[in-house]
């Protein structure tokens, strides 16, 4: 039994997905103030989509495989960029008509009640706009929260134990690569439409790309054929993979693959220590990597760094991730997985430390953030390499249990980072209004932004280091 497909033109393809997906993560950030009235509420769409994505991807291509929900996600992603550059010109006529109406009515004296009725027509024009925008924003987030997970999936399938790892640091290296492009192209280019437009042309070429290649079949097609062929070596690398051998969770679904919805392979896994265990380690580290995101640029226009010297140093920390990911495969090579895990989370404790240590110090806080870019580098690599090493049968599930689970983690960080700032920023604009008013509860609550971020990165780091061999011994325990 042949492979049927190139490994090389997979993993292309599979890296072309992973930086679509970097553009969608960082898709609102540049262009957000230029969106107009009611695009505060587009983040929180962009997130439901992400995250209905990561659920439904796995069952899926465990049972039909990866080729057409690579095109399919990747059409999403694309709609969704055409409907933000483009979706507003198709009511820009019917608009600037509007508004020439109105200007004739005032003009010529016609009665307030109809110019009246012309606002209201003028404002629903403006709603149908943010409509538009809205579902934009979620066709661009269900499409990379598919594809984020699927491009995981498959590169985890086409590669061995020795490999898998490597590939998928390589992999995340991508994800940084379509972030920073975004970003630069609309740092350097003030029409957003031109990077939208521009990112659209390449996302359509690679769907072109798509399909004239091969991806590989569907786990229950190839149980099929394993049955029908007998086991050898490409059939045992799939049906009776080393890392989960004759266990429960390879198979439980394998006898039954037609009876076993794609909904109960999700309950199935569950039950899994393993799978759990390492899925909370992306937990704390995708929380990481959010509030720290999200929060600091904030943290440093508070302790008085200008805007763009703050917004700047993201862009480090996205250079330090890339840093990190893409030399992965040969580090591990000489540190082995936990000694190469270990090592980047702790870079990434010294990077943190660097960085609440000395705030105002643009030294200390750019190289703060490469370090904690490089540091976080390795952790989803890692992971995945071992969820995808344990759950063969059920690799497309099991990632998409381990995604999900993160994403909570960002929100879950993000929410309790965001309220330490409110509580923050309530207590100085108290204590600048009378300041006898800030009763001792209330002072201590001033140090919350600064004492509660600082400490859930560098607790998440802690529970990181104690939560990953844990997790490893059950992984071990499977084999």
Not at 9 to 23: D, L, N, Q, R, S
Not at 40 to 64: C, E, H, Q, W, Y
Not at 150 to 172: E, F, M, Q, W
Request: hydrophobic content about 50%; proline content about 3%.
């Amino acid at each position: 039994m042949s492979k049927g497909y190139s490994t090389t033109k997979v993993f292309v393809a599979a890296c072309a997905g992973m930086a679509f997906f970097g553009v969608a993560m960082l898709s609102l950030g540049p262009i957000l103030g230029q969106l107009g009235e009611g695009a505060a509420s587009l983040p929180s769409t962009l997130s439901l989509g992400i995250i209905l994505g990561t659920i439904l991807f796995g069952p899926i291509v465990d049972r039909f495989g990866y080729k057409w929900l690579t095109i399919i996600s990747s059409i999403l992603a694309l709609v969704g960029l055409q409907g933000l550059a483009n979706g507003s010109f198709l009511l820009g006529g019917a608009d600037a008509r509007m508004v020439a109406d109105a200007a004739e009515g005032l003009a010529s004296g016609i009665a307030a009640t109809e110019n009246l009725a012309t606002g209201v027509v003028e404002g629903s024009g403006a709603l149908s706009v943010m409509a538009i925008n809205r579902i934009s924003i979620f066709a661009l987030g269900l499409g990379g929260g598919i594809l984020n997970g699927l491009t995981n999936a498959v590169v985890s399938d086409i590669y061995d134990d020795d490999h898998r790892g490597g590939k998928l640091g390589v992999l995340g290296g991508f994800y940084c690569i379509g972030a920073l492009l975004w970003t630069l192209l609309n740092y350097f280019i003030a029409d957003y439409l031109i990077p939208l437009n521009s990112m659209s042309a390449v996302m359509f070429l690679f769907i072109i790309y798509f399909f004239f290649i091969s991806f590989p079949a569907s786990k229950r097609v190839v149980k099929e054929s394993c049955a029908a062929e007998g086991s050898d070596s490409v059939c045992n690398s799939v049906c009776e993979p080393a890392g989960q051998g004759n266990s429960q969770a390879g198979n439980q679904c394998g006898a039954q693959s037609e009876s076993c919805s794609m909904f109960s392979q999700i309950i199935s896994l569950l039950k899994y220590p393993a799978l759990l265990l390492f899925a909370f380690v992306l937990f704390f580290q995708s929380g990481y990597e959010g509030s720290s995101g999200s929060f600091s640029i904030t943290f440093l226009t508070n302790n008085g760094v200008d805007l763009g010297a703050a917004t700047l140093a993201m862009t480090w920390f996205t250079i330090g991730m890339m840093a990190g990911r893409f030399p992965l495969g040969y580090i591990t090579s000489k540190l082995k997985y936990v000694g190469t895990l270990y090592t980047y989370l702790s870079v990434a404790l010294v990077g943190t430390i660097l960085f609440f240590a000395a705030p105002t110090s643009m030294t200390a806080v750019y190289c703060g953030m490469v370090l904690i870019g490089f540091g976080v580098g390795a952790t989803f690599p890692v992971i995945l390499n071992f969820v995808g090493g344990a759950f063969k049968n059920n690799s497309g599930t099991a990632f998409s249990i381990a995604i999900f689970i993160a994403l909570c983690g960002q929100f879950t960080f993000n929410y309790i980072v965001g309220k330490s700032f409110e509580a923050s920023a309530a207590v100085s604009e108290a204590s600048s209004g009378v300041a006898s008013a800030c009763s001792s509860s209330c002072c201590s609550s001033a140090f919350t932004s600064s004492v509660v971020f600082p400490a859930m990165l560098i607790g998440a780091i802690v529970f990181i280091m104690v939560l990953f061999p844990i997790a490893l011994s059950f992984a071990r325990k499977m084999k």
